[in-house]
């Protein structure tokens, strides 16, 4: 877990926290990767990619490698943002995956076979915050003062920023959570069908 660093400055991005979750054994790439950008979706981080919205910016990288026997290593980074309500505070959440030795595998449900994926899976999760990340200070004559913006960020806006920071705290553990949930075979397995989300790529 990381912790801001100090003094606080505008215009800087802080690591509020940190954190990295490992699972191998059978799981759905496609289901985590549909759920997460959900998530996402609902929580003000991106946009749905319809209408105005466009959320194509989001995925930075997407990088994947064939063994010799047909396992894959897949490496997705993806760097999402959100204004607060106060445009003065911008919270990010940057996630990184990468997948190791994954094959194709079935599993029998209910007199069914499913496909899905086996190997392992590493994801890793910053969440920062950033300040005036426009820095909109350093064009007013009186707050573009350096010894004025300590003074307010550090001693009269502390207790405000560190509020915030708290509330990315609770975005960071709620998405913890919702990796968590959906590492679990049970629940994704009732909606594990139809169209892959992402378009398959090194097939």
């Given amino acids: 877990m990381g912790a801001?660093?100090?003094?606080?400055?505008?215009g800087k991005q802080y690591v509020v926290r940190s954190f990295s979750l490992n699972f191998k054994h059978?799981?759905?790439?496609?289901?985590?990767?549909k759920k997460l950008h959900e998530w996402l979706i609902e929580e003000g981080y991106t946009k749905d990619g319809t209408g105005d919205g466009d959320d194509s910016w989001m995925e930075q990288l997407y990088l994947e490698r064939v063994g010799g026997d047909g396992s894959k290593q897949i490496w997705i980074r993806w760097r999402t943002s959100k204004n607060y309500a106060n445009s003065f505070f911008k919270?990010?959440?940057?996630?990184?995956?990468h997948i190791l030795g994954m094959k194709k595998h079935e599993i029998v449900a209910k007199g069914t076979k499913v496909g899905t994926n086996k190997g392992e899976v590493e994801v890793f999760?910053?969440?920062?915050?950033?300040?005036?990340?426009?820095?909109?200070?350093?064009?007013?004559?009186?707050?573009?003062?350096?010894?004025?913006?300590?003074?307010?960020?550090?001693?009269?806006?502390k207790q405000r920023i560190e509020e915030v920071e708290n509330e990315l705290v609770r975005d960071s553990a709620r998405l913890l959570g919702a990796i968590k949930q959906y590492f679990q075979l049970e629940s994704w397995l009732p909606e594990y069908a139809g169209q892959s989300f992402h378009p398959e790529k090194g097939e």
Avoid: G
């Fill in 91 to 97: 919270l990010y959440l940057d996630i990184d995956y």
């Fill in 4 to 10: 801001p660093k100090r003094p606080f400055e505008i």
């Fill in 125 to 157: 999760v910053t969440a920062k915050m950033a300040i005036d990340p426009d820095k909109t200070w350093d064009k007013s004559f009186i707050m573009k003062n350096k010894r004025l913006q300590y003074v307010y960020l550090n001693r009269i806006y």
């Fill in 26 to 33: 059978v799981f759905s790439l496609e289901y985590l990767y």
